[in-house]
T-cell receptor, first 117, second 110 residues
Framework: NAGVTQTPKFQVLKTGQSMTLQCAQD?????MYWYRQDPGMGLRLIYY???????DKGEVPNGYNVSRLNKREFSLRLESAAPSQTSVYFC????????????????FGPGTRLTVL | EDQVTQSPEALRLQEGESSSLNCSYT??????LFWYRQDPGKGPEFLFT???AGEEKEKERLKATLTKKESFLHITAPKPEDSATYLC???????????FGTGTRLLVSP
């Protein structure tokens, strides 16, 4: 049981390049999330997927796109990377079902450290 | 707007010196408050969920408590391996996303 896995662990891009960050979970969770973490800013939600086939914007979605490929996998794409997107990116998942009585305990992957030059 | 404020930003303790970390929150109806531990270069690791005022949860040297406006993470007789950043997050009753604080960096010296 690997939990939440992310690839790659590290990446350096030049401004304007594109890339996709991959995330997979093996906990049969319904919901998945992408966050970025910057010094002094805390974790900020980029996009989330409440269930297979649905995605919604979070707090900082500009410059990103996502795909919920199936129940296990949720990818984050940077179409034209900018230096402002230099950050650590975390994927998380939870068993949240959409019921208002469900508690959103999220479990995180190890992160991808992205530098955009 | 839902907000979480953690204090202090950083805390340095000697091994065995007990202390508390604070998480103050404003949220429109609290459904849950979550504590995470984050080691350098790693993802946040889930510690506790607190659901209602007065609730307490314990794990080894850590005890989390909850009031209507804040939560405390008490660390009793800490060891160097307790050194990490501790994050607090809240889930509103009507909005299922989590709002995170910026964390408290704890350093425990031998």
């Amino acid at each position: 049981n690997a939990g939440v896995t992310q690839t790659p662990k590290f990446q350096v891009l030049k401004t304007g390049q594109s890339m996709t960050l991959q995330c997979a979970q093996d906990m049969n969770h319904n919901s998945m999330y992408w966050y970025r973490q910057d010094p002094g800013m805390g974790l900020r939600l980029i996009y989330y997927s409440a269930s297979e086939g649905t995605t919604d914007k979070g707090e900082v979605p500009n410059g990103y796109n996502v795909s919920r490929l199936n129940k296990r996998e949720f990818s984050l794409r940077l179409e034209s990377a900018a230096p402002s997107q230099t950050s650590v990116y975390f994927c998380a998942s939870s068993r949240l079902t959409g019921s208002i009585t469900t508690y959103n305990e999220q479990f995180f992957g190890p992160g991808t450290r992205l530098t955009v030059l | 707007e839902d907000q979480v404020t953690q204090s202090p930003e950083a805390l340095r303790l000697q091994e065995g010196e007990s202390s508390s970390l604070n998480c103050s929150y404003t949220v429109s109806g609290l459904r849950g408050l979550f504590w995470y531990r984050q080691d350098p270069g790693k993802g946040p690791e889930f510690l506790f969920t607190l659901y209602s005022a007065g609730e307490e949860k314990e794990k080894e040297r850590l005890k989390a408590t909850l009031t209507k406006k804040e939560s405390f993470l008490h660390i009793t007789a800490p060891k160097p391996e307790d050194s990490a950043t501790y994050l607090c997050a809240v889930q509103a009753a009507s909005f299922q996303k989590l709002v995170f604080g910026t964390g408290t960096r704890l350093l425990v010296s031998p």
